[in-house]
């Protein structure tokens, strides 16, 4: 069962902008919750993108995206994932997932229960 629904992929060029999207699919909000982006690329593990975390809405990203991408929660429903100056290697399919850990360390998010179908992102050079 889909818990959250993505949504804003696309195809862009290199240095494009995308905001993926991210609200609940079945009913719950993400009030105390943490929160977080992971993205897999073609042959490639799934890895941590960026979190936030429900105290004190603190976030926290992977080494590679620092500094172009940046993660909010306007409300308790919707999480944003604002991805700027978009690279080649940003291509992935990008999945929010709700209720896991969150720490500074992409390799520590771990215990997501509520997953979504995930939503792909392209970028060309």
């Known amino acids: 069962q889909v818990a959250v629904q993505e949504s804003g992929g696309g195809s862009v060029q290199a240095g494009a902008s995308l905001r993926l999207a991210c609200t609940s699919a079945?009913?719950?909000?993400?009030?105390?919750?943490?929160m977080a982006w992971f993205r897999q690329a073609p042959g490639k593990e799934r890895e941590g993108v960026s979190c936030?975390?429900?105290?004190?809405?603190?976030t926290y990203y992977v080494d590679s995206v620092k500094g172009r991408f940046s993660l909010s929660r306007p409300n308790a429903d919707t999480l944003y994932l604002q991805m700027n100056n978009l690279k080649p290697e940003d291509t992935a399919v990008y999945y929010c997932?709700?209720?896991?850990?969150?720490?500074?360390?992409?390799?520590?998010?771990?215990?997501?229960?509520?997953w979504g179908q995930g939503t792909q992102v392209t970028v060309s050079s």
């Open positions: 997932a709700a209720g896991g850990f969150c720490s500074e360390s992409p390799n520590d998010y771990n215990g997501y229960p509520k």
């Open positions: 936030i975390k429900w105290i004190g809405e603190r």
């Open positions: 079945d009913g719950f909000n993400f009030k105390n919750l943490n």
